[in-house]
């Protein structure tokens, strides 16, 4: 049975000592901080896993016209998860140090590339170091895997398909930035405050427990169930693209609606001065 959304320290375990290992990437970053990935992974990580690279490498072109974390080309995409050692139908287990916030962007970015079994550490490495899980600093050769692009299982939206969308009132944009970006308090990543006129807020944070793993299933159907209507299925936000995937995380754990991603978010909305901006501050 392939995990699809979360696994746990001690089923990822379990996995690693059976005939069909899984193909683990650590999705450790800093945002902002093109080199903060690879340094924490040299300084230790699981044993045989490869380090995806979210800041530079597993990203698009930036231009003064998108986010700051547009994607790849699904075909480069594709290349990039076969260079790192994932084949077909392997399952795919990625990790982080915050709570699966970095790692729920490639857990979607697998399943844009068509790969169906790809779960993120519940936990993160310190689940697994407090499991008594084993630690490696080498950086090891990967022989590339033999996965190839399939067909899309997540969809994702523009900025001017998310307007008309706001303007028909047809979606229920989550936008998974703390509470103070949001309403334009604070903002450390971008030169505009504020968030897009109809979101609601519902910070990743609060899709977690104070030790870094995932609420309970009835938790997150608390949390999110009031806000979806059948008539307006979600499409998630953040800063770049990034948390948002873990509302998407969320969602789908939670057996709630599947929702779509805006890729560029906030950071490309407002690369358009015409785009309208509320603050609440």
């Not at 084993?134 to 399939?150: C, I, M, Q, T, W």
């Not at 047809?170 to 930035?177: C, G, H, K, W, Y």
């Not at 969320?250 to 603050?279: M, Y």
Request: glycine share 10%.
């Amino acid at each position: 049975m392939p995990y699809t959304t979360l696994i746990s320290a001690e089923q990822l375990q379990t996995l690693m000592r059976s005939d069909t290992p899984p193909c683990i990437l650590d999705c450790r970053m800093r945002l902002g901080q093109p080199e903060a990935g690879i340094s924490l992974f040299q300084q230790g990580h699981i044993p045989g896993a490869a380090h995806a690279d979210l800041e530079t490498r597993l990203v698009g072109k930036r231009t003064p016209q998108t986010g700051r974390h547009p994607l790849p080309e699904r075909d480069t995409l594709a290349a990039s998860l076969a260079a790192l050692g994932l084949n077909a139908n392997q399952q795919l287990v990625v990790y982080d140090d915050q709570g699966g916030a970095m790692a729920a962007r490639l857990w979607w970015m697998a399943r844009w590339a068509g790969h169906a079994e790809v779960a993120v550490l519940d936990g993160g490495l310190q689940a697994w170091t407090e499991l008594g899980g084993e630690s490696e600093d080498s950086v090891r050769a990967h022989p590339p895997g033999n996965f190839v692009l399939g067909p899309p299982l997540v969809q994702w939206l523009e900025p001017d398909e998310l307007a008309k969308a706001l303007e028909s009132d047809s979606v229920t944009l989550i936008d998974a930035r703390s509470n103070e970006r949001f309403r334009g308090v604070t903002e450390p990543h971008d030169p505009v405050a504020g968030h897009i006129p109809g979101a609601v807020n519902v910070p990743f944070a609060e899709n977690l427990t104070a030790d870094g793993r995932f609420k309970p299933v009835d938790a997150l159907l608390e949390r999110y169930q009031p806000l979806l209507d059948t008539s307006r299925p979600p499409v998630a936000m953040c800063g770049s693209g990034i948390t948002a995937c873990h509302t998407l995380l969320a969602l789908e754990h939670a057996g709630l609606a599947k929702g779509r991603l805006f890729v560029g978010s906030w950071s490309e909305w407002i690369t358009d001065p015409a785009r309208p901006v509320a603050q609440d501050g």
